[in-house]
């Protein structure tokens, strides 16, 4: 494929301008947000330090085909056109994902086969029937439009590869991060999260003041493919970090496990000098000393921990706490629960757009500076 080409960066519905501005402050080519991701432009070498640097995508897709098919037949053309042994290793393993909505081919199986033949065929891949390890082509038929993609991720990108320990309901390094972005915080003032269970927003945190990569520990599929360039590569990798300030997080939690899997967890992304770790309960919280900043907590919500009703209790008491003790801080409280966050009394704008995490309905409540 000859760049510039299409690029596609999966985002959580609602929160792709959050995703669109941090793609165009990274330096990537006309950033357009559309339904459930960001498109830029780019080669090759865009394609690698996306993966390795934007905090907020799912994943890196590649468009290597979009054309009108009106019927299967045409589809197996148009796939076969496809440079498909210059694009992926010969003898890999393959899993092609088809959709098809508003279009006259419906049966997305029979897409998906179709591609998956003309995969097979010039590459000597063989199907898969697992996700793990194999290499994902997405076929999106809409409208009649069919568009074929390869997701150069290989595993989603919230898996940054350093948090081996996880508690019970853990928040994606990709939400932490864009609900930081959301909260307009700069990586310039300390981050407090008094639930912090594995430590995933102080550590998302401590890692975007100290400028480190995101995709640093971690490996992806495009590393396998012909147009890998290790050289180059390396170089990306061997990129200076670029720290925005010397702030410090906070993460604190009741649970005495959790505070020692956020600093395990921690000590693996390598900015355990950059977080304070406690186990404290809500009720014994205080600001640390210095300039005020931002409160970022995802409590426990009814529908997967605890019981609903005894967490109006908690969500009052944290409410209390940040009320009576944080002035001049912000408030971002992630939460399923309208219900609770109300409880907390804090003074909320209207809430974030609804984003869909481990099956239930999650939104960004924003308050602050607090008076
Ligand atoms: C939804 S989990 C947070 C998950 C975390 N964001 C992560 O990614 O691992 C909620 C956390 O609140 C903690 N928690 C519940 N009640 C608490 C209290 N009264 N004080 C402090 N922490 C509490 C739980 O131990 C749990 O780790």
Redesign the pocket.
């Known amino acids: 494929m000859e760049p510039p080409f299409e690029i596609f960066l999966t985002a959580p519905p609602g929160l792709e301008p959050l995703l669109a501005a941090e793609a165009a402050a990274a330096g990537f080519a006309a950033p357009e947000v559309v339904p459930g991701g960001v498109t830029v432009r780019g080669g090759w070498p865009d394609v690698w330090r996306a993966n390795l640097d934007l905090r907020g995508a799912g994943r890196v897709l590649v468009r290597v085909a979009a054309f009108r098919a009106l019927h299967l037949a045409q589809l197996d053309k148009r796939a076969r056109r496809v440079d498909w042994a210059a694009l992926l290793p010969r003898g890999g393993r393959v899993k092609v994902e088809a959709a098809c909505h508003a279009s006259r081919i419906y049966h997305a199986g029979a897409a998906a086969e179709r591609v998956l033949r003309a995969v097979t065929e010039a590459t000597g891949a063989s199907a898969a029937r697992l996700d793990e390890g194999a290499q994902r082509i997405l076929v999106r038929i809409e409208d009649d439009l069919c568009t074929i993609s390869l997701d150069s991720s290989g595993a989603p990108l919230h898996r940054r590869g350093f948090k081996a320990e996880?508690?019970?309901?853990?928040?994606r390094e990709t939400l932490?991060a864009l609900f930081l972005a959301a909260c307009g915080w700069d990586g310039r003032t300390p981050v407090v999260?008094?639930?912090?269970?594995?430590?995933?927003?102080p550590i998302e945190a401590a890692g975007i003041a100290a400028g480190l990569s995101p995709g640093r520990a971690r490996a992806f599929a495009f590393e396998g493919w012909p147009s890998f360039d290790p050289g180059a590569w390396a170089a990306l990798q061997a990129r200076p970090p670029a720290p925005r300030s010397d702030a410090v997080m906070w993460g604190?939690?009741?649970?005495a496990g959790?505070v020692r899997m956020?600093a395990a967890n921690a000590a693996r992304a390598g900015v355990g000098e950059r977080l304070r770790l406690a186990c404290?309960?809500?009720?014994d919280l205080a600001p640390p000393e210095g300039p005020p900043g931002l409160v970022l907590v995802?409590?426990?919500?009814g529908a997967?921990?605890?019981n609903r009703r005894l967490l109006f209790g908690?969500y009052g008491?944290l409410g209390a706490v940040l009320r009576a003790r944080f002035r001049g801080w912000r408030i971002g409280l992630i939460t399923a629960d309208e219900g609770l966050a109300r409880a907390t009394g804090l003074p909320f704008a209207p809430p974030g757009p609804p984003v869909p995490h481990g099956g239930l309905v999650i939104r960004l409540w924003q308050a602050g500076p607090l008076g």
Do not use: Q
């Open positions: 996880v508690g019970k309901a853990p928040l932490a999260d008094p639930m912090c269970g594995a430590g995933t927003i604190s939690d009741r649970d959790a956020a404290a309960a809500v009720s995802n409590p426990p919500y997967r921990i605890g908690l008491a």
